[in-house]
């Protein structure tokens, strides 16, 4: 799976979002996603590649009851990126990136305001 970096860059101009910000958010709504997902390892990480915007699932391999991986290695990780989210996990990756963005935007607007504390307005509603 990839992202485009380039309408990254285009809400950071817009909105004032820093496209690190943005990756933050995907990257965590990806993987509350993969954990929806059947058959998700709770070890679990994403990755979002910063220069190309290729997405990556990393998991853990247990050392519980001698498990392994295919080379029978002890806490390495694979790539388990699925080809797909099921639609339920889609819908909560969506919710949680417009959320995350959603309080960005408000933290960028508290923090305007912020300084005029204790100030008198006059304006026109």
């Known amino acids: ?6 309408v990254l860059r285009s809400l ?9 910000t943005a990756i933050k958010a995907i990257e965590d709504a990806l993987l509350m996603a993969y954990h929806k997902t059947e058959g998700a390892n709770p070890a679990s990480r994403v990755e979002v590649n910063r220069a190309t ?4 699932v990393w998991a853990r391999v247990d050392g519980a009851a001698g498990e392994g991986g295919a080379d029978g290695a002890v806490g ?21 990136i417009l959320q995350r ?25």
Not at 53 to 56: A, I, L, P, R, Y
């Open 101 to 125: 963005l959603r309080d960005v935007e408000d933290e960028i607007t508290f923090g305007e305001y912020a300084g005029h504390e204790g100030d008198i307005v006059a304006g026109v509603i």
């Open 1 to 6: 799976m990839d992202i485009d970096l380039s």
């Open 53 to 56: 915007g290729h997405v990556t």
């Open 12 to 20: 950071e101009n817009e909105k004032d979002i820093s496209s690190e």
């Open 76 to 96: 390495r990780e694979y790539d388990d990126t699925p080809a797909g989210f099921g639609r339920i996990a889609a819908t909560t990756a969506r919710q949680v």
